[in-house]
């Protein structure tokens, strides 16, 4: 079975920084595409950041030249740092994955979510 567990979401003051964690299980990842996802209360979930298997990196302009997006094959990892954080970032970021060749955040639909997701929260 496919898992994808998050973690390393806190709550910061604005113009904080966190880093986030996906470890992933159950499938090739490699060649796969790795997003970073979000769901604010009452709002629908957005595409953050996205990662394919050559490393090809895309962001939603609002977090362009803040948070970056990485992986670590040998840890089955991706990574998500969040720096300059503002309190329109506050949600709770889900770690997604997509086999399909449309690897940006613009693509929710073609994620697919495991895990629980990490809650940030900057105030």
């Known amino acids: 079975d496919v898992q994808l567990v998050e973690s390393g979401g806190d709550s910061v003051q604005p113009g904080g920084s966190l880093r986030l964690s996906c470890v992933v299980s159950?499938?090739?990842?490699?060649?796969?595409?790795m997003g970073w996802f979000r769901q604010a209360p009452g709002k629908e979930r957005e595409g953050v950041a996205t990662?394919?298997?050559?490393?090809?990196?895309n962001y939603r302009d609002s977090v362009k030249g803040r948070f970056r997006i990485s992986k670590d094959d040998a840890m089955n990892t991706v990574y998500l740092e969040l720096n300059s954080l503002k309190p329109e970032d506050t949600g709770v970021y889900y770690c997604?994955?997509?086999?399909?060749?449309?690897?940006?955040?613009?693509?929710?639909?073609?994620?697919?979510?495991y895990g629980q997701g990490t809650q940030v929260t900057v105030s």
């Open positions: 997604g994955v997509s086999e399909t060749s449309m690897c940006h955040p613009v693509y929710v639909r073609r994620f697919n979510f």
């Open positions: 159950g499938l090739t990842y490699r060649r796969a595409c």
């Open positions: 990662i394919n298997g050559l490393e090809n990196t």
